[in-house]
């Protein structure tokens, strides 16, 4: 059983301007106390063939955290155009939400992302070379894919001092009413050391 619940994660200022900061308002309810923080990551993937193009947008540590219900709006920049390849910047991405505790991420909340320009001329005759100042960007906040890990909220609960490593049966529990396959790697995997 998880100690910390996801409750809901609103998409604030949806539509925006491709550079516009992304702002998400999390409410999670926390069941037992939290010796450590919990860590909130916000990850934009730059290509979905290659992760070296992703970017964390920020992190940020909540704590300390009690038995209760929380809510709190997470900000974070915009991705940095130049980090991320022409061709990838028009068009569907996806932006990643994580949550850990201990090093251990737990939940994972994954959106699609289009990217296009707002304006009709430039949609018929894109230019050679991306205004990223024109192009907007739409979360599809409506369908987001969550999942969950199962981690140990108590470490020093395990004798030998290793953390678990779950079983594939087990990895992660995707709530995904539309049944979509993941767009790209990143999105359901787990590894053990």
Do not use: H
């Not at 994580?98 to 090093?103: A, E, L, P």
């Not at 894109?126 to 108590?154: H, Y």
Request: glycine share 4%; net charge negative.
């Amino acid at each position: 059983m998880s100690a910390v619940n996801l409750k809901n994660v609103a998409v604030l200022d949806n539509p925006a301007p491709f550079v516009s900061p992304f702002q998400f308002e999390i409410s999670y309810e926390c069941l037992s106390p939290l010796k450590d923080d919990l860590e909130w990551k916000l990850i934009y993937v730059g290509s979905a063939e290659d992760e070296t193009y992703d970017q964390v947008l920020e992190s940020v540590l909540v704590g300390p955290v009690n038995v209760g219900n929380y809510r709190f709006v997470f900000q974070a920049d915009s991705p940095d155009p130049s980090k991320i390849r022409e061709e990838d910047i028009i068009g569907v991405t996806v932006l990643l939400l994580t949550c850990s505790y201990q090093g251990q991420e737990f939940i994972r909340v994954g959106y699609y992302v289009n990217n296009d320009y707002e304006d009709e001329q430039l949609k018929e005759e894109p230019p050679q070379k991306v205004l990223v100042d024109k192009v907007q960007r739409n979360i599809l906040a409506d369908k987001p894919r969550v999942t969950k890990f199962p981690i140990n909220f108590s470490p020093e609960e395990n004798e030998n001092g290793e953390q678990p490593c779950p079983s594939p049966e087990n990895v992660a529990t995707e709530i995904n009413a539309q049944g979509d396959e993941p767009p790209c790697s990143n999105f359901s995997s787990v590894e053990c050391s």
